[in-house]
T-cell receptor, first 109, second 112 residues
Framework: QKEVEQNSGPLSVPEGAIASLNCTYS??????FFWYRQYSGKSPELIMF????GDKEDGRFTAQLNKASQYVSLLIRDSQPSDSATYLC?????????FGTGTSLTVIP | SAVISQKPSRDICQRGTSLTIQCQVD?????MFWYRQQPGQSLTLIAT?????????ESGFVIDKFPISRPNLTFSTLTVSNMSPEDSSIYLC?????????FGQGTRLTVV
């Protein structure tokens, strides 16, 4: 399988801080990148996807893509306790998705 | 978007038995994907199920252990056969839309 690597954490941040989640990928043919959030015992749900180099912002979430460095990140501003979850980075080649191992985030009230 | 109904949501099974997991999608899709997520781990693709042909299995997964059916474009089943405690995991079905992968609710399997 294609390799997607994440810093597995766990990552803890205080409420209101910025949480930074990072991911690297090995296949330069990857064109689309996704961040999923998975609460314990639940299915993954899509937070953001990004195709182009640079930043993409959606509310408190910003995805950053650097294809030259094969690097994707997710910033969560003003972190809330409800953001506590595992975050999965994924790439897609055709119809097939490849997931990283996930980063566990805990936001401390 | 796609809505996937997956059942059962959880089960506790005896070793040596088999469990069949069902997924129903609210729209027609060419491919359905079956994943396993072991405790504390990410998603591992088991196989891709295509309607009208045999499923394509990933390395480490075989049809005798994980037979898959795909009788039409909205439905698929995954069977976990001759279960052992190592099969205890969450099993997820998934379909791919234009911009994302959608998941069923997952089946939490415990083998005792």
């Amino acid at each position: 399988q294609k390799e997607v690597e994440q810093n597995s954490g766990p990552l803890s941040v205080p409420e209101g801080a910025i949480a930074s989640l990072n991911c690297t990928y090995s296949d330069r043919g990857s064109q689309s990148f996704f961040w999923y959030r998975q609460y314990s015992g639940k299915s993954p749900e899509l937070i953001m996807f990004i195709y182009s180099n640079g930043d993409k912002e959606d509310g408190r979430f910003t995805a950053q893509l650097n294809k030259a460095s094969q690097y994707v990140s997710l910033l969560i501003r003003d972190s809330q306790p409800s953001d506590s979850a595992t975050y999965l980075c994924a790439t897609a080649l055709g119809n097939q998705f490849y997931f990283g191992t996930g980063t566990s985030l805990t936001v401390i009230p | 978007s796609a809505v996937i109904s997956q059942k059962p949501s959880r089960d506790i099974c005896q070793r040596g038995t088999s469990l069949t997991i069902q997924c129903q999608v609210d729209s027609q899709v060419t491919m359905m994907f079956w994943y396993r997520q072991q405790p504390g781990q990410s998603l591992t693709l088991i196989a891709t199920a295509n309607q009208g042909s045999e499923a394509t299995y990933e390395s480490g997964f075989v049809i005798d252990k994980f037979p898959i059916s795909r009788p039409n474009l909205t439905f698929s089943t995954l069977t976990v056969s001759n279960m052992s405690p190592e099969d205890s995991s969450i099993y997820l079905c998934s379909v791919v839309g234009q911009y994302e992968a959608f998941f069923g609710q997952g089946t939490r399997l415990t083998v005792v």
